[in-house]
């Protein structure tokens, strides 16, 4: 299984900007799939994260200002992120908790993306 991001960039506070994982690979289903971060420094942290049965979890630095949305059928999840602040500046990773063919076995594991660079200057 691959997640590819795409969607980073360099953004002025305020702005908004949208990232796009999609899992590639013989996946059966997504449990949980959704966005970390990690700043210079500072250790990897949540963003937001959406399970398969509607559930999100929120990073409280966000609440209000990212959303997240998935398409089942594409196997793509989405991060729109508005009013961004400098603070929102990190390396984000798309994470999937799926159940896909691993040596012809279907076995749920954790998936992480190469990461995308977002930076939100002042």
């Known amino acids: 299984v691959q997640l590819v991001e795409s969607g980073g960039g360099l953004v002025q506070a305020g702005g908004s900007l949208r990232l796009s994982c999609a899992a590639a690979g013989s996946i059966a289903s997504i449990n949980d799939f959704g966005w970390y971060r990690q700043a210079p420094g500072k250790q990897r942290e949540v963003v937001i994260t959406s399970t398969s049965g509607g559930s999100t979890n929120y990073a409280n630095s966000v609440k209000g200002r990212f959303s997240i949305s998935r398409d089942n059928a594409k196997n793509t999840v989405y991060l729109q992120m508005n009013r961004l602040k400098p603070e929102d500046t990190a390396v984000y990773f798309c994470?999937?908790?799926?159940?896909?063919?691993?040596?012809?076995?279907?076995?749920?594991?954790?998936?992480w993306g190469q990461g995308t660079q977002v930076t939100v200057s002042s």
């Open positions: 994470y999937a908790y799926a159940r896909a063919q691993v040596i012809g076995v279907l076995t749920w594991r954790e998936y």
